[in-house]
């Protein structure tokens, strides 16, 4: 069945960094958009950014703009997500999860917590 793993979470404190991962296996990794969410406390879920199947083209929401890359490698099925400048209001659970068409997110993680601290 298809799993996507992620890891790297932590604390840390502000201004600082975290590169997080999303290990896929039991889908064809290379066929799907892959995309980033966080969860913070209290609030709904929301979407971070995503890039495509060839690592082309990605997207940001602004609030990540300029501190975090989205990148992948699909020869080892994984996805980063490269958080740089990180602030106390980034503190979420993140999510990885794969779309086969853009905005249509098939498959989720189980998420990993981000804690920045002030």
């Known amino acids: 069945q298809v799993q996507l793993v992620e890891s790297g979470g932590g604390l840390v404190q502000a201004g600082g960094s975290l590169r997080l991962s999303c290990a896929a296996s039991?889908?064809?990794?290379?066929?799907?958009?892959m995309g980033w969410f966080r969860q913070a406390p209290g609030k709904e879920r929301e979407f971070v950014g995503s890039?495509?199947?060839?690592?082309?083209?990605?997207y940001y929401r602004d609030f990540v703009k300029g501190r975090f890359t989205i990148s992948r490698d699909n020869a080892n099925n994984t996805m980063y997500l490269q958080m740089n400048s990180l602030k106390p209001e980034d503190t979420a659970v993140y999510y990885c999860a794969a779309a086969v068409r853009t905005g249509s997110y098939d498959f989720w993680g189980q998420g990993t917590q981000v804690t920045v601290s002030s």
């Open positions: 039991g889908l064809t990794f290379s066929s799907y958009v």
């Open positions: 890039i495509s199947w060839s690592a082309g083209n990605t």
